[in-house]
């Protein structure tokens, strides 16, 4: 079985830009908290960055599968709110 059949880049890209945003946006709140200066301790080489990367992915694939249960949570409750509506009880 050839991975790269089930596997794009545009599946990759999809996972990691929402997880950039949420890792950044993960980081600036702990920034914000007594935890400051061990996070400003961080080096900037080229480990971190590929550890910033396999994090960014990892929590872009959690936020996608969050985003996907919230969207069918919704989408059933507007569904038996329509239903509700056309058939409304006594």
Request: proline residues 4%; charged residues 15%.
């Amino acid at each position: 079985m050839d991975i790269s059949n089930r596997f794009s880049l545009e599946d990759f890209l999809a996972y990691l830009f929402p997880g950039v945003t949420g890792t950044l946006g993960i980081y600036v709140l702990l920034l914000l908290t007594p935890l400051q200066p061990s996070l400003t301790n961080f080096s900037n080489d080229f480990t971190t960055g590929i550890i910033f990367l396999v994090l960014s992915y990892i929590v872009g694939i959690l936020l996608s599968g969050i985003s996907e249960k919230t969207f069918q949570y919704y989408e059933n409750q507007s569904k038996i709110k329509a239903i509700k509506t056309q058939f409304p009880t006594r």
